[in-house]
C-alpha cells in the first residue's frame, strides 16, 4: 500500500508540470485562454450558485456547480491546446505520422512507406476499414506517389479495399484536425483476424522512416512521435 501511495504521490507532480507545459504552449498561440478558462469557470459556478439560492440550497448547487465548472473548465481548455497544437503542427513534415501514432488501438501504422527527394511522404494503416494511405507534400507531387502505392497494395493483397488520403486545407484533402476523424468514419470491411493478416503480409515491405524530418514544437497532449523504422501495432 505505502508503495502505491508513493507512486501516486511521486506521479501528480508530473501531471501538474505536464499541465503547465500544455498551457504556456496553448497560451502561445491562444493569447485568450486565461481569461475563456476563467470566463466558463466562473459563468458555470455563478449559474448553479444562483439556482441554489433560488430554490433554496446554495450550499448543495453551489458544490454542485464547483464541479461541474472544474469539468467545463478541463474540457475547454482540451479542445483549444488541441487546436492550438494542431495549428503548430499543421504544413510541417512528419505531422501526419504523429497523427496517425495517436490514432488509437485497432490500427497498424506504418510512418512513410513511400517518399521522394522533395520530402513528400506516404504513411499506412491497416484497420477494419482496410488500408488506408495518407499523403502529405505536394499535392501534385503526392498523388504519383499514392497511386504507385495504391498498385503495389492491390497486387499485394487484393482483396483488401484501399483508401487514400492527402493531407492538406485545399480543396479535396483533409485538415490534419480532422485526419483521424475522417478515419475513424470509414465504413469497416475487415475483422480483426483479416486485418492482423492483411498486416502480417504487408509488414516485409518495410518503411523509409530513417531520418525523416518530424514537425518541431510541441504536440497535443498524450500524443508520441514515432519512433524510427519500426512498425506500430494497434
Not at 456547480?65 to 483549444?80: D, E, Q, S
Not at 504513411?123 to 477494419?128: D, E, M, N, S, T
Amino acid at each position: 500500500m505505502a508503495r502505491k501511495e508513493t507512486a501516486a504521490d511521486a506521479a501528480n507532480p508530473g501531471r501538474l508540470k505536464q499541465i503547465a507545459l500544455t498551457y504556456k504552449m496553448t497560451r502561445r498561440a491562444d493569447k485568450k485562454i486565461g481569461l475563456v478558462l476563467a470566463a466558463v469557470g466562473i459563468v458555470t459556478f455563478g449559474v448553479f450558485l444562483a439556482i441554489g439560492f433560488l430554490i433554496g440550497h446554495p450550499i448543495y448547487l453551489g458544490l454542485l456547480g464547483f464541479l461541474l465548472a472544474f469539468l467545463a473548465t478541463a474540457i475547454v481548455f482540451g479542445r483549444r491546446a488541441e487546436r492550438a497544437a494542431f495549428g503548430q503542427m499543421e504544413g510541417q513534415p512528419g505531422a501526419a505520422a504523429a497523427v496517425l501514432d495517436n490514432i488509437g488501438r485497432g490500427w497498424t501504422t506504418t510512418p512513410a512507406v513511400a517518399m521522394n527527394r522533395n520530402q513528400d511522404v506516404v504513411h499506412r494503416a491497416v484497420g477494419k476499414a482496410g488500408i488506408v494511405l495518407i499523403a502529405e507534400g505536394n499535392p501534385n507531387r503526392v498523388k504519383s506517389l499514392l497511386a504507385a502505392e495504391k498498385k503495389k497494395m492491390n497486387r499485394i493483397v487484393a482483396d483488401v479495399p484501399v483508401h487514400d488520403l492527402i493531407v492538406g486545407t485545399g480543396e479535396g484533402q483533409v485538415e490534419l484536425k480532422k485526419l483521424r476523424t475522417t478515419m475513424l468514419k470509414l465504413p469497416r470491411v475487415l475483422t480483426g483476424p483479416q486485418v492482423t493478416a492483411t498486416s502480417d503480409r504487408l509488414r516485409a515491405l518495410g518503411d523509409l522512416m530513417s531520418n525523416m524530418p518530424l514537425p518541431k514544437g510541441p504536440m497535443p497532449k498524450g500524443m508520441k512521435l514515432p519512433k524510427g523504422g519500426g512498425q506500430r501495432g494497434r
